[in-house]
């Protein structure tokens, strides 16, 4: 196992140091240094509404039984339940799979943005050319979230962090990692 | 006469109900297949300790849509 380094996750696994995965182009030998997600803050919207519509569920239960029989009303709240649990699944997991990876020799970068959109970019630590992190609002700077922009070099894709926690930290962790004759802002 | 109408009427309900109780288990049946598939590739990518249970609840919300869909047609 090359990942010696004892795992510490912080904010519900957003910002993973020295995390247990493996992921599509990982190499033998790669050590994993960071994992991150969005900030679980950034997740608040969906689970607020999946409260809202559990209770317009409960308060439509008192309407339906002046229109449709036992088995229609059986039949809607089974639906409407598991419709539920399917939206509160469906955002965890476009939350769970979205994430970037730092290692001692790659930044990668992978998105599931929809459910069928998926997009891994890769570079190389030497090929980047500028990093920025933006933390900008009232949420942002109380629970410290926000994005880091890599700029690479050439054609290549850039690569954008959104949301995620420690924006900073993260910044001061790939230019520690940098090759000592490349240096970024 | 009041009566009468009011039983066609309740077929009528009946009727559409049922038409679109069998249309949206059809439609959540093959949305489940299409997340059930894209999970796969998802753990594929990305390999966690959680990709069992992910999976899991994944073929559940299979299982779950075709239940769903055999209450439709047959239930309802």
């Known amino acids: 196992m090359e990942n010696n380094q004892k795992s510490l996750n912080k904010r519900f696994f957003s910002y993973c140091l020295y995390p247990d995965i493996r992921f599509e182009t990982y190499q033998p030998g790669e050590n994993i240094i960071l994992l991150l997600r969005a900030h679980p803050f950034t997740q608040v919207h969906w689970m607020v509404n999946s409260i809202i519509l559990a209770l317009i569920l409960a308060g439509l239960n008192f309407i339906m039984p002046a229109f449709f029989?036992?088995?229609?009303?059986?039949?809607?709240?089974?639906?409407?339940?598991?419709?539920?649990?399917?939206?509160?699944?469906?955002?965890?997991?476009?939350w769970y799979f979205n994430v970037g990876i730092i290692t001692d020799k790659r930044v990668i970068d992978i998105d599931f943005s929809s459910i069928l959109y998926k997009?891994?970019?890769?570079?190389?630590?030497?090929?980047?050319?500028?990093?920025?992190?933006?933390?900008?609002?009232?949420?942002?700077?109380?629970?410290?979230?926000?994005?880091?922009?890599?700029?690479?070099?050439?054609?290549?894709?850039?690569?954008?962090?959104?949301?995620?926690?420690?924006?900073?930290?993260?910044?001061?962790?790939?230019?520690?990692?940098?090759?000592?004759?490349?240096?970024?802002? | 006469m009041n009566l009468s109408s009011l039983f066609?009427?309740?077929?009528?309900?009946?009727t559409f109900f049922k038409i679109a109780a069998v249309l949206f288990a059809l439609i959540y049946l093959l949305y489940t297949l299409v997340i059930n598939?894209?999970?796969?590739?998802?753990?594929?990518?990305?390999?966690?300790?959680?990709?069992?249970?992910?999976?899991?609840?994944?073929?559940?919300?299979?299982?779950?849509?075709?239940?769903?869909?055999?209450?439709a047609v047959f239930l309802v």
């Open chain 1, 69 to 94: 029989n036992l088995s229609q009303i059986f039949f809607f709240n089974v639906f409407c339940v598991i419709f539920l649990l399917s939206f509160i699944f469906y955002n965890f997991i476009i």
């Open chain 1, 119 to 185: 997009q891994v970019v890769v570079t190389r630590l030497g090929e980047i050319e500028d990093i920025t992190d933006k933390s900008a609002g009232y949420f942002e700077s109380l629970f410290d979230y926000g994005n880091v922009f890599i700029q690479t070099a050439g054609t290549q894709d850039n690569i954008e962090f959104t949301n995620i926690p420690f924006p900073s930290q993260v910044v001061e962790k790939i230019n520690s990692l940098l090759p000592e004759n490349h240096e970024s802002e």
């Open chain 2, 8 to 14: 066609e009427s309740q077929n009528i309900i009946g």
């Open chain 2, 37 to 71: 598939k894209q999970v796969d590739v998802m753990n594929k990518t990305l390999t966690d300790k959680l990709d069992p249970l992910v999976a899991l609840v994944s073929s559940v919300q299979v299982a779950a849509a075709f239940v769903l869909f055999i209450i």
